[in-house]
């Protein structure tokens, strides 16, 4: 029998099972596993729903069952208590904005930015040096901003320690300095405004475009426009294919505008890899802008540089005394492109290399096409280009090489300078080359002019140089060729395009497979000292080689002839002609190709130089003495051959008509000559022969 007492105490302990069970299911209702918590307001100052129930749907602190979400227009506010303080939610989602209040670090895992913006929100002045630390992991959906914040002045800074992933859109804002210090997978476009980015330690980062432009803050154009990547360590590499790399860059136009001041500097890295469409350095596209856009990028040791075009200082706004730079690597820097140009439109443009260093340019190993110092804009401003690799080596396969270019209109004019150094190893092909040329100047008396400095090496122009071209009812244009040292050839005709056309060559060889200079549009002027002409002679044709107004001849000038003919007995034909000094007395002729014998005349009654050239005697038939072995070649020697013929040996296996004779070894006529022939155990008996060329 069960007492009123015992029933009584049994009921009460089911009430207290029934009232725990209810805080339980209550309890796991309100937060169930994974749940999704939102931020209903914005934290005020001085409060944080960062590690507190403030503000969040649930009312419970964030806790690692949960995901938590804050909305757009909604902050969410650090600790002060500057301690290292970490989310403890699962995953924070930022449609708003993550203030960042401590110098301490703050450490949320798996930190989503959608439309989000994370800022140094340190209640700083402006000679504040405050910065705020961000850990764990980011992955950027889209359109998201990094911003180190402080006051107009201040020197404030956000580093960014949590490894950064994603695709979306990221850009870093405001007048102070980003650091990333992590390895970083991020693959999106990333635009650095008016900021210091900087990559530290070990951390690395691509992104498929990355923009430096000038600087925007609040929606009004602010006067802190330098945007920097500024590498003590870490890897900055950019592009998939596709997409944009450009440092200093303006579209906007404002008439209280600053423009973009961008400063690329990978300098530290030993190598640097870009793949995108467009890569510039300093590009303001508004017509008639008010303020200068300026870029500089400071490359690594070795550059990979893959490109649809390549600008280095490119305006329609006329900046002054502005230049944008590009400075090579000293290493191995080549770069895969359609299209290089160095200053173009309005504004200055150099590109350099420091000493040691290699240049190759050419597009995808097929000509690329190189511009220095062109005006296709119709403007009184004018354009200045430089591309100065004298200090190394310069490979490349080129298209068009134009340099200083006006073609655009109005009174503006362009200068373009190409220095290549005195590297044996220079070696360069262009299909076309123009050097200073006039096309389209509308007004005044602008002058479009280029340079082309070579001090060693080889530089083949498949079709015709051009020096001073000039289309045009206004302006002039002055083309200039300095020859220092090494071999420039060209396989067209060298030409007086209308304007001022200058040749001057203090060493090595000009190769002229065909003219330079024409009766009627001859060279302003050829200035030679102790260099070597190589001329080609027809003895069936009586145009003139060289035809320049003045040649000034000083030192020992060679005269080669590199090819006769159409020469059956003795046949004489100009090669220079001249006004004012005779350089006759600076010439000697070398040796003829073989079978060939000549002289040149000093015809100073019509002021040219002339060329007989005579068919030589025929060759005595060489003796061939018996052969001995050597090792495994058979060696022969002819004695008496003669200067001004090559002496070849030939082999056939047998003397059955018709006779094949196959070429063994070739060597220039002189006295007595050696060849030598490999044992072949596959042949048991070769005959042998030397024929005369």
């Known amino acids: 029998m069960v007492s009123q007492h015992q029933h009584t105490l049994v009921s009460m302990k089911i009430v207290k099972l029934l009232l725990t069970f209810l805080v339980l299911t209550l309890a796991c209702w309100a937060n169930p596993a994974m749940a999704q918590v939102y931020l209903l307001g914005t934290d005020g100052s001085g409060s944080s729903a960062f590690q507190t129930s403030t503000n969040w749907s649930n009312g419970q602190l964030p806790g690692s069952g949960n995901n938590y979400y804050v909305g757009p227009g909604l902050i969410i506010r650090t600790p002060t208590d500057n301690n290292v303080d970490t989310f403890g939610g699962n995953s924070l989602t930022l449609a708003g904005q993550l203030d960042v209040k401590q110098t301490n670090t703050v450490i949320v895992n798996n930190l989503s930015l959608s439309n989000g913006i994370v800022i140094n929100a340190f209640a700083g002045g402006p000679s504040t040096n405050d910065m ?54 991020y693959s999106g476009n990333l635009t650095v405004v008016g900021s210091t980015l900087q990559l530290s330690g ?14 925007v803050f609040g929606g009004v154009e602010t006067n802190v426009a330098s945007t920097n990547i500024v590498q003590p360590g870490g890897s900055l590499n950019v592009g998939y294919g596709g997409g944009v790399l450009r440092v200093g860059y303006r579209t906007g136009a404002a008439l209280n505008a600053v423009g973009g001041v961008g400063v690329l500097n990978v ?96 597009n995808a190993g097929g000509p690329a096409n190189l511009t220095v110092g062109g005006e296709n804009f119709s403007t009184g401003g004018s354009s200045t280009g430089t591309m100065d690799v004298s200090g190394g080596t310069f490979v490349g396969n080129l298209g068009t090489l134009t340099i200083g270019m006006k073609a655009g209109g109005s009174s503006g004019g362009a200068t373009g300078t190409l220095n290549i150094g005195a590297s044996p190893a220079n070696n360069l092909i262009a299909s076309n080359v123009v050097i200073g040329s006039m096309a389209g100047a509308g007004s005044g008396t602008p002058l479009a002019q280029g340079t082309l400095t070579m001090g060693g090496g080889s530089f083949v122009v498949t079709n015709n140089l051009i020096l001073g071209s ?16 090494g071999r420039f050839t060209v396989e067209g005709n060298l030409l007086n395009g209308n304007g001022t056309a200058t040749v001057n060559a203090t060493g090595g060889t000009l190769v002229l497979s065909n003219t330079a200079g024409a009766i009627g549009l001859p060279l302003t002027a050829l200035n030679v000292t102790n260099a070597t002409l190589n001329l080609s002679f027809n003895g069936s044709s009586s145009t003139t080689n060289i035809v320049a107004t003045a040649v000034n001849a000083s030192g020992t000038i060679g ?23 005779d350089p006759y007395a600076n010439l000697t002729l070398a040796p003829l190709p073989s079978g060939y014998t000549g002289s040149l005349v000093d ?24 052969p001995a072995v050597s090792g495994t070649n058979l060696t022969f020697q002819i004695t008496s051959s003669q200067n001004g013929h090559n002496y070849v040996l030939e082999a056939t296996p047998q003397l059955v008509v018709p006779v094949t004779w196959t070429r063994v070894q070739t060597n220039a006529g002189g006295g007595t000559l050696t060849f030598s022939a490999p044992v072949s155990p596959g042949k048991p008996h070769q005959f042998f022969r030397v024929s005369v060329q």
Do not use: C, H, W
């Open 470 to 485: 000039f289309d045009n009812g206004l302006g002039s244009a002055s083309g200039t060729l300095n020859l220092n040292g």
């Open 132 to 185: 705020g630390i961000l850990g764990g992991t980011i992955n950027i959906i889209t359109n998201s901003v990094f911003d180190a914040g402080g006051d107009v002045g201040a020197i404030t800074y956000l580093q960014i320690q949590s490894t950064i992933g994603g695709t979306g859109n990221l850009t870093i804002q405001r007048s102070n300095v980003v650091t990333l210090t992590a390895t970083n997978t």
């Open 559 to 581: 005269i080669t002839i590199g090819s006769v003919v159409n020469v059956t007995g003795s046949v004489t034909n100009p090669i220079i002609s001249y006004t004012g000094s």
């Open 267 to 362: 300098a530290s890295q030993s190598n640097f890899t870009v793949d995108v469409g467009e890569f510039s350095v300093g590009n303001n596209t508004v017509n008639n802008d008010n303020f200068t856009t300026v870029g500089t990028a400071l490359l690594a040791t070795n550059n990979m540089v893959t490109a649809t075009n390549i600008f280095i200082g490119d305006s329609a706004f006329s900046s002054g005394a502005a230049t944008s730079t590009m400075v090579a690597g000293s290493g191995s820097n080549y770069f895969n492109t359609p299209l290089l140009t160095v200053g173009m439109r309005k504004v200055t443009g150099q590109l350099t290399m420091p000493s040691g260093g290699v240049f190759r340019l050419d």
């Open 603 to 626: 015809d100073t009654a019509n002021q040219r130089i002339d060329l007989g050239v005579n068919v030589s005697s025929s060759p005595s038939s060489p003796a061939l003495l018996s």
């Open 202 to 215: 070990t951390a690395s980062l691509t992104p498929a475009s990355l923009v430096l432009e000038s600087g």
